[in-house]
Structures are given as C-alpha cells and as structure tokens.
C-alpha cells in the first residue's frame, strides 16, 4: 500500500510538473511580455514594465478591424449551427429514417481527414463560385467545421432526454411544442450550450479556413496576431494580441457557467 500510495504521489507530481512547464510558463510568459517595455536577458523578470505596447496595437485600426470581424464571424456561425444542426440532432434523436447511420458516421469521416488538405480542395471549388476572399466565404468553410460538434453532442442531449417524463406530460393535457418546451429543452440544454459555446470558442480561433478562403480581403483575429510573428515585429506586438484573443472566450466561459450554472454546465459536457 505504501509503495502504490508513492507511486501515486510520483505520477502527480509528473503530471504537476507537465501543466507547468508545458502550459502555465508559456501564458504568464505572454502575460509578462504583454506588459512588459523592456526585458533583457538574464533578468528573470522585464526591467521595466508598462502600457507602451498596448497604446500601439490599440492604435491600430486593422486590430479593431480584425477584432470585429472575429466577433461577426463567430456570431454568425454560432447562429446558423444553431439553426442548422440543432433540427437535425433532434432528428438524428428521435426519428428513424435510411441512411441515418451512414449520414452520422459521415460527419465524424469528414474530420478524419487531414483539415489543412480538405480545406484546400474546398478551397479550389470555392473559387469557382467567387466565394474565395468573401464573409461569405469563410463563414461556409467554418460552417462545414462545426457540423461534427453541433450534431452530436445536442444528438446525445436530446437521446438522453426522459422519454417517461415527456409522456406524463402528454398524458396530464400538454401538446408537443408544450412538451418540448417545458420537458424536452431544459434537459438538453446545458449539453446545447455548451456545443453552442465550443462552436463559438473553435471559430474565433480558427485560422485556416480564415487564411486559405478568406485572405487577402478577410483578416481575423488569429491571422493578424500571426502576420505581425511572421514579419517579426516587436515581440510584444503578439504578445498583446495573445491577451487580447484570450479575453473573449474568457468571457464566454465565465458567462455561460452563471447562465448555465457550473453543475450543470459539467454535465452537459459529459453528454
């Protein structure tokens, strides 16, 4: 017992050590550079701190530009997942139809792919249609991204919904849209919303369906913060943006778990 219960600290300890190394160091290390005006090594910590850096990116209009466009993009595919696969999970639930396995397992092929490949075939295609560099573009190439996350998970949420409990209803008086309303929806909702909170999430990060469909005209975010590492600007220029990025699904998150409640929230995520 005392030799598993030291094998167990050891393993935790590794497991501890990874998270830090691996994760922690890396984000304070953006944070430190975000607010960091001068920093040479062997200084363990910048010599100099402050909101320089910040001014300059905040100057900048192709950043709010950028920003915005993240934001819309994000909405935008948030809504039409919504509209899109939200039907079909609840078909995909509760009907029986040919074809309803190979239509399932045909959106979980779509990601076996490798994703950098498939979007540039997609991309050929789109250029016949004059999509390639247009909003629309690239709110259709996120859209086909989503499918998986939108389709199964509320699939699950809605299977596992109590079919005894929506049956009382119907037999005390209620009809359907009653039934679903009341019955049906509360209990799917938490795995709903977080599909719908992923779906947000994955898109405003995203960059290459951004990149391969939507450049030159269509900047995110993601692909700015990306542009100014690669044309190596000052360091903290990324490093700002990073914050920045990070600070939306922050929100998000911290948003959904008070709508959602953090119970609640977990188990919508286990289906």
Not at 17 to 34: E, H, N, R, S
Not at 62 to 84: H, P, Q, Y
């Given at each position: 017992m005392i030799l598993s219960s030291r094998r167990h600290d050891v393993f935790g300890l590794i497991i501890l050590l990874f998270l830090i190394v691996f994760i922690v160091l890396p984000v304070l290390t953006v944070f430190l550079w975000a607010f960091a005006e001068q920093w040479f090594y062997p200084s363990v910590l910048p010599t100099k701190w402050g909101f320089r850096f910040w001014s300059a990116v905040l100057a900048r209009p192709?950043?709010?530009?950028?920003?915005?466009?993240?934001?819309?993009?994000?909405?935008?595919?948030?809504?039409?997942?919504?509209?899109?696969?939200?039907?079909?999970?609840?078909?995909?639930?509760?009907?029986?139809?040919?074809?309803?396995?190979?239509?399932?397992?045909?959106?979980?092929?779509?990601?076996?792919f490798p994703r950098f490949a498939l979007i540039i075939s997609i991309a050929v295609l789109f250029l016949s249609f004059n999509l390639v560099g247009t909003f629309t573009g690239v709110v259709i190439i996120q859209l086909l991204n989503t499918l998986l996350l939108m389709i199964w998970l509320p699939?699950?949420?809605?299977?596992?919904?109590?079919r005894d409990m929506e049956e009382a209803a119907r037999d005390v008086g209620a009809n359907r849209w009653q039934v679903f309303?009341?019955?049906?929806?509360?209990?799917?909702?938490?795995?709903?919303?977080?599909?719908?909170?992923?779906?947000?999430?994955?898109?405003?990060?995203?960059?290459?369906?951004?990149?391969?469909?939507?450049?030159?005209?269509?900047?995110?975010?993601?692909?700015?913060?990306?542009?100014?590492?690669?044309?190596?600007?000052?360091?903290q220029y990324g490093a700002v943006l990073s914050v920045m990025l990070w600070v939306p699904s922050l929100a998000a998150i911290?948003?959904?778990r008070r709508v959602i409640g953090g119970e609640a929230f977990a188990k919508g995520l286990g289906g």
């Amino acid at each position: 017992m005392i030799l598993s219960s030291r094998r167990h600290d050891v393993f935790g300890l590794i497991i501890l050590l990874f998270l830090i190394v691996f994760i922690v160091l890396p984000v304070l290390t953006v944070f430190l550079w975000a607010f960091a005006e001068q920093w040479f090594y062997p200084s363990v910590l910048p010599t100099k701190w402050g909101f320089r850096f910040w001014s300059a990116v905040l100057a900048r209009p192709d950043v709010w530009a950028g920003l915005w466009t993240s934001i819309e993009l994000s909405l935008t595919v948030t809504a039409l997942s919504a509209i899109i696969c939200l039907p079909a999970a609840y078909a995909f639930a509760r009907m029986d139809f040919p074809g309803k396995s190979v239509f399932m397992l045909s959106f979980l092929m779509a990601n076996a792919f490798p994703r950098f490949a498939l979007i540039i075939s997609i991309a050929v295609l789109f250029l016949s249609f004059n999509l390639v560099g247009t909003f629309t573009g690239v709110v259709i190439i996120q859209l086909l991204n989503t499918l998986l996350l939108m389709i199964w998970l509320p699939t699950a949420a809605f299977r596992a919904v109590s079919r005894d409990m929506e049956e009382a209803a119907r037999d005390v008086g209620a009809n359907r849209w009653q039934v679903f309303r009341h019955i049906t929806l509360p209990q799917a909702f938490p795995t709903i919303a977080a599909a719908l909170l992923m779906t947000f999430v994955w898109t405003f990060y995203e960059t290459e369906g951004a990149w391969l469909v939507g450049a030159p005209r269509i900047r995110t975010m993601p692909l700015l913060m990306m542009s100014m590492i690669n044309n190596q600007l000052v360091v903290q220029y990324g490093a700002v943006l990073s914050v920045m990025l990070w600070v939306p699904s922050l929100a998000a998150i911290l948003m959904a778990r008070r709508v959602i409640g953090g119970e609640a929230f977990a188990k919508g995520l286990g289906g």
